[in-house]
């Protein structure tokens, strides 16, 4: 199975959408209704022929799962859609949270983030009042649970005009831990349907990391009681099945852009002292992607690693995907570790827009400075 370059693609069954793959249904009661002529020469919305309703047929339908979609899902300038991987207790639910907040609230942002849909909304909302009013951290995806795509609409303050303002859409798929390390018909899907990939690794799961940490830093992490080698067992497990299901030879390097992420990076921060990834972010003041930031990040990340003698991690990245394409980062999403309670303090996540604007300066949204 080829992966899916298609820009504009069904969220749920990851379908090529086209104008008449889309059902025209009512806001109200979902009846499918066909527009008259008159309607289609005025671009009118139709009205509901159900008895009794009065309805419009604003909303929309995929033809092949019959999914619920955003009445605009064709309208947007461009298309970003990326995958969340790592095993159970990595943080992935917790970065892509905070991650999303700070992108909605951070003043001088030129990106305006809002949802597409009610379920999006509803994920958002529950997650974002656990650590940001409760200040909890977001519980562990239950295993064998998948999480519904995320549909988010981004507009582009920085290329507004007087009469139009860019939009895009980005869709995000969110793995539960357990099926990440056990590829499943879903997850598959959802690499299939991804533009980029997001591993993220949790540095106190890496033994070498956690042999020179406090025990009462690793009690915050359920990932450190994997295997020793889990993250890299991941990261080879999910070439091998790209491999397999894209006709892409054994021996040959995968070509996919991949962001790996380290999550808890203030956990490990006296071991990186005053590197540049420990800095505050530039990018979002500078409305762009500062490549050399993020060149100074990625190498002290692949420096630090090969000091704490994880070259079985770094060789399962390199090993399987062409360089150039794979980048580090390291981001925390709380900025300090939760108590012995798993309370936390004052929620002040460092650099966890990094990857995104990265993945934004690849599809052209954002300029690469």
């Known amino acids: 199975m080829a992966l899916l370059h298609s820009d504009v693609l069904c969220p749920y069954c990851l379908q090529e959408l086209r104008s008449k793959d889309l059902k025209m249904v009512c806001n109200i009661c979902g009846t499918p209704a066909t527009p008259t002529k008159t309607e289609l020469l005025l671009k ?39 995958s969340i991987l790592g095993i159970t207790g990595s943080g992935k639910t917790n970065f892509l949270t905070t991650m999303l907040h700070e992108l909605r609230h951070t003043a001088g942002s030129p990106w305006v983030l809002s949802p597409m849909d009610s379920i999006t909304t509803a994920i958002f909302q529950e997650n ?13 995806t239950a295993a064998g649970t998948t999480p519904p795509p995320q549909l ?5 303050k ?22 990440c390390e056990h590829i499943d018909p879903v997850i598959s899907r959802y690499i299939e349907g991804s533009k980029v990939l997001v591993i993220l690794i949790d ?31 991941m990261v080879d497990g ?21 962001a790996v992420v380290f ?23 500078r409305k762009g992607f500062v490549k050399a930031d993020a060149d100074a990040v990625d190498a002290e990340i692949r420096d630090w690693l090969e000091t704490q003698g994880e070259n079985t991690f770094l060789d399962a990245i390199d090993t399987n995907f062409k360089k150039g394409s794979v980048r580090f980062f390291g981001v925390s999403s709380f900025g300090q570790p939760p108590t012995g309670s ?3 303090g004052k929620v002040m996540p460092h650099r966890v827009l990094d990857p995104l604007i990265w993945m934004l300066s690849k599809e052209g949204i954002v300029p690469t400075l």
């Open 44 to 82: 009118k919305t139709p009205k509901c022929k159900q008895s009794g309703c009065r309805g419009f047929a604003s909303a929309r339908q995929c033809s092949y799962c019959d999914s619920k979609l955003p009445s605009d899902i064709l309208d947007y300038e461009k298309y970003l859609r990326f």
């Open 128 to 140: 974002d009042r656990a650590i940001y009013n409760m200040r909890q951290p977001v519980a562990a």
């Open 152 to 156: 988010w609409k981004i507009k582009d």
């Open 158 to 179: 920085n290329r507004m005009t007087n009469t139009v303002i860019p939009s895009y859409s980005m869709t995000i798929f969110d793995g539960a831990g357990e099926d």
């Open 203 to 233: 540095p106190l799961a890496l033994h070498g990391v956690a042999s020179s940490i406090p025990q009462n830093i690793l009690n915050w992490s359920t990932s450190a009681s994997h295997d020793a080698d889990a993250s890299a067992d």
């Open 238 to 258: 999910l070439a091998t099945y790209i491999r397999q299901n894209c006709g892409i030879a054994p021996g040959k390097l995968i070509n996919r852009d991949v």
């Open 263 to 285: 999550t808890k990076i203030d956990a490990v921060k006296d071991t990186f002292g005053s590197a540049t990834v420990m800095q505050p972010s530039p990018h979002l003041a």
């Open 342 to 344: 798993y309370q936390l």
